[in-house]
C-alpha cells in the first residue's frame, strides 16, 4: 500500500515508536464482523468470536459473499466494520433512562449506526435518521427498511435545517463526514482522495455540524461524536470547542477494550485492536434534563388493510398519500407532524403499498416489517430458490396457491409473490435484485 508521505508523517508525530504498527497495520487485511437484528436472530453466528464492546456483532473468519446469503436480505444481520459498534457502550452508559426519547442520527447513511440505535433504543422511543443526499439517502431508507422497526423517520436536510426545532432531541449522533484515513485499508479510494486540504475541508464541515447539533440538543441531552479518521482537528480539537461552549466530556467506567483513550475521546488503532481507524466521545450538553412527552394527537386508524397485514393495528395511525399507505405508530405522530412542517421528511413507519385499480398491492418494505401478522399466508423456499426469487426469477411451486403469499426462507420473509395456481408473479423489486450470477 502506497501511503501518502505527509499521512505517514503525521502518524509518525502522532504515534511515535507505534507509527510503524501502525502503518504495517494499514497494509494488512480488514477483519470481516457483523451485527444480528435483535428482531430476527439466527443462530447462524454464535459460533463465532465476539466483538467485545457490542452485545450483537461478531468476527467472521473469512469474508463471505453477502450478496448470494438469503438472510442478508432478509435482515438478519448488518455488515458493519466493528469500531463503530461501539456507540453501544455511550448508550448504554450515557442515554437517559426509563423514558421515551427523540434521537437523532444526523449523518446518517448508509445506515450502519442507525440499524444499531433501532435495536437499542424502545419502542416508545423514535430515531429521526438525516442524510442531505439524495442518492444517499435512498440507500438509508431500503437499509433501514430491512431492519423492520416501525419507530423511526428518516429525513434529508442540512443540519442546519433542523434549528428552527430549538433544544428538541435527547440524544445526537454524529458520526461526521470525515478524511477517512482510519478505512484506508479497507477503501483504497480513500487514499487517493486524502489530502492535507482535504483534513481541513472536514474539520471546518465538522464544526458547522456540531454547532447545529448543539442548538437543537436538550439541556442534560447526550452527545456522541465518532469520525474514522486519526487526524487532531477532526477529532478531539472538535470535542475541545464542544467543551468550550457548554457541554462536559463523558468518560466511561470501565474501558477495558484495547482501546487509546485521551483526555478527550477514544481511539481505535488497526494495530491494536481488531477492526478500523476510529474516534469517538461521548458529551452532556449543561443543563437540567427534562424527559420527553410524546403523546399520541389521535387514536388508532385501523382499517381492512393495517388489519389484515398488521399485528395490532390499533397503534398505528393510518396515512394515505396518492394512493401510497403508511402506518405510523401513534406514539410518534406528534414528532412526524413537528417534522413534517419544519424539515424534508422521506420516509415514516410503515410503508404498507399501493392501490391500483381498486387492487392493494404490498410493498416489499411491508414484508420486511417486524409488525406483520404470523398467520400471513407463505410459501418456504430452499437456498437454490430463494437466490432464484432475489435474481426476479420464477419457478413452479409444489402446491396450488392463489392470491399474495410472502417468501420465506428459514422463515424469514424475502417478499411477495402473487401466486396464480401452481405459477406465480415475482414481486420483488428490480432494483434490488441480485445481479451477481
Known sequence: ?????????????????????????????????????????????????????????????????????????????????????????????????????????????????????????????????NEPVPTRNKILQHNLAKWGHSNFIITQNEPHQFEPLGEYFDVILVDA?????????????????????????????????????????????????????????????????????????CPLPNTNFSIANTDYGYRFYP???????????????????????????????????TEKYLREPEVFKYISRSEKHFAIPLAHEHTYKTLSSTVSVRAAGIYLGDTKNNDFLPSQQLSWSNHLRDDLPFVEVDTEHAIKYLRGETFSLQTNLHGWHLVRYQNFALGWVKAVGHRFNNHYPKEWRILMR
Open 177 to 249: 463526514p470525515c478524511s477517512g484515513e482510519g478505512m484506508f485499508r479497507k477503501d483504497k479510494n480513500a487514499i487517493a482522495e486524502w489530502s492535507e486540504n482535504n483534513v481541513q475541508q472536514c474539520a471546518i464541515r465538522q464544526k458547522s455540524i456540531l454547532a447545529s447539533a448543539a442548538k437543537i440538543l436538550k439541556p442534560g441531552g447526550i452527545l456522541i461524536y465518532s469520525t474514522c479518521t486519526f487526524d487532531n482537528h477532526e477529532n478531539e480539537e472538535q470535542v475541545q470547542r464542544l467543551l468550550r461552549t457548554g457541554f462536559e466530556f
Open 1 to 129: 500500500m502506497q501511503l501518502p508521505v505527509s499521512f505517514v508523517s503525521k502518524i509518525e508525530r502522532l504515534l511515535g515508536t507505534e507509527s510503524t504498527a501502525l502503518v504495517s497495520a494499514l497494509s494488512g487485511s480488514s477483519p470481516v464482523s457483523v451485527r444480528q437484528n435483535t428482531c430476527k436472530s439466527t443462530t447462524n453466528f454464535n459460533m463465532f468470536e465476539r466483538v467485545p464492546w457490542c452485545s450483537t456483532g461478531y468476527y467472521l473468519p473469512e469474508r463471505p459473499v453477502f450478496t448470494l446469503d438469503p438472510l442478508f436480505h432478509a435482515g438478519c444481520y448488518y455488515v458493519q466494520e466493528a469500531s463503530s459498534m461501539f456507540i453501544e457502550q455511550w448508550w448504554n452508559n450515557f442515554a437517559p433512562k426509563n423514558t421515551a426519547l427523540r434521537v437523532l442520527d444526523l449523518c446518517a447513511a448508509p445506515g450502519g449506526k442507525s440499524t444499531h440505535l433501532l435495536s437499542l433504543i424502545d419502542s416508545e422511543s423514535v430515531l429521526v435518521c
Open 271 to 305: 494495530h491494536k485492536t481488531k477492526g478500523e481507524g476510529f474516534f469517538t466521545a461521548c458529551l452532556q450538553k449543561r443543563g437540567k434534563y427534562s424527559s420527553t412527552k410524546i403523546q399520541s394527537i389521535n387514536n388508532g386508524s385501523a382499517n381492512s388493510t
